[in-house]
């Protein structure tokens, strides 16, 4: 679903937010939100359907009460716990690769 709806859709969101001189923590702070906003909407209702295990109406007649709640956790646990994380193992790899690099 990422790869397939949600991805192609934030990246049409961020390049009409963001201008070419903007820097690389705006665009990640957009991709953030924008992220977030739709898996967090989608998630929402399916998420739901599955841990009920049944599709029903009551996620979507509870979604304005349920949303604003799982939208602002995963947001924070995105912006200050994971995102963290995976640029600091991005470095890490592309340090371990120059060094590679440089030793061949």
Do not use: C
């Not at 991805?7 to 009409?16: A, D, T």
């Not at 924008?34 to 739901?48: A, D, K, Q």
Request: glycine share 4%.
């Amino acid at each position: 679903m990422v790869t397939l709806a949600v991805n192609p859709l934030v990246n049409k969101l961020v390049q009409k937010f963001i201008e070419p001189t903007d820097g690389f923590n705006a665009r990640v702070l957009f991709t953030i939100l924008f992220s977030v906003t739709i898996l967090s909407i989608l998630l929402t209702v399916i998420g739901s359907w599955i841990g009920m295990g049944e599709i029903s109406l009551e996620p979507i007649q509870t979604f304005f009460y349920d949303w604003p709640r799982n939208f602002f956790i995963a947001f924070w646990v995105e912006a200050l716990i994971a995102q963290p994380i995976a640029r600091f193992a991005m470095k890490k790899v592309h340090e371990s690769q120059a060094r590679k690099a440089v030793n061949e």
